[in-house]
């Protein structure tokens, strides 16, 4: 394709001088099972939906009266808050309960779930927010029917090997919630071959350290990864970018940088943000 002539001259300069080894390379290391990444769309709640509406109208108009440094920091604020109500609409506002009916990812995860405890597989879910994390490990307790285990920041250094140690365990806990943050490096966790990231992290790279907690050496069953993005929303606009980044990552070994989302002007970023109701399924 046109794209990839684009890059040639640039991969035939750096070629002689990098070894690239990717643990699906067979000749890097044979014994690894398969892994196959995909993507689970997700509607939107009624609740969902017409408050990720409001929360767009709101951001419309503060940007008319915002410029500089305190527009940046206003739209970072406000890209925080639409990942919030994919995620689920109490985290935005506080409510507590976090009801599944509120939520359809949480809906698309006990479904999931109960696939996964049919099978008496293991899964790991990694969220970038800590306080999604007792919220998760409560709806997959009443999946599993019994309590799994959680990780986050504010778990103790010496606590988290034991967490680790009493998952790998046959008749270890179902399921492990982590922080993208504290969870997505440095821990084997091969006993799950489930992997979900419950919302998206900019970086593909993040992503693919976290899913390496399962697909790693060690690993005796084929690794499935579950990417939740809720549909007709930023985080499926920011799905393709990071499809597009990644793409170009491939061709020429490194990661291309993306206009940054805070320079963007008001009419390209309410593009970005817009609710797209022809797409998005808000079915109660």
């Not at 939906?49 to 970072?76: D, P």
């Not at 006990?110 to 970038?128: D, N, P």
């Not at 979900?196 to 390496?212: G, Y």
């Amino acid at each position: 394709t046109a794209n990839r002539e684009h890059y040639a001259p640039l991969r035939r300069l750096v070629g002689p001088y990098i070894l690239r080894r990717l643990k699906t390379d067979k000749l890097i290391i044979s014994d690894l099972p398969d892994k196959t990444e995909m993507k689970v769309f997700c509607g939107l709640s009624p609740e969902q939906a017409k408050l990720y509406q409001h929360t767009v109208k709101t951001l419309k108009q503060e940007l008319t009266a915002t410029t500089g440094i305190q527009r940046k920091g206003l739209v970072l604020s406000y890209l925080m808050r639409f990942k919030q109500i994919c995620n689920h609409p109490d985290q935005l506002t506080g409510g507590g309960e976090y009801a599944a009916k509120h939520s359809a990812k949480f809906q698309r995860l006990a479904e999931l779930g109960s696939q996964i405890e049919s099978r008496g597989e293991k899964v790991l879910i990694f969220t970038q927010f800590r306080e999604m994390t007792e919220p998760l490990a409560d709806c997959l307790a009443a999946i599993f029917g019994r309590s799994g285990l959680v990780l986050h920041g504010g778990t103790p250094i010496k606590q988290r090997q034991q967490m680790v140690e009493h998952f790998q365990r046959e008749d270890g806990p179902p399921f492990f919630i982590l922080s993208l943050k504290a969870g997505g490096t440095g821990l084997n966790l091969t006993a799950a071959n489930h992997v979900v990231h419950f919302d998206r992290w900019w970086n593909p790279a993040i992503e693919n350290q976290a899913t390496d907690r399962a697909f790693r050496i060690g690993q005796q069953r084929n690794v499935l990864v579950h990417k939740f993005i809720t549909r007709g929303t930023l985080e499926e606009k920011i799905d393709r970018m990071i499809a597009d980044k990644q793409s170009t990552a491939d061709q020429i070994l490194a990661g291309g940088a993306e206009k940054s989302l805070t320079e963007l002007n008001n009419d390209e970023l309410l593009d970005l943000i817009r609710l797209d109701l022809s797409h998005a399924d808000t079915t109660p």
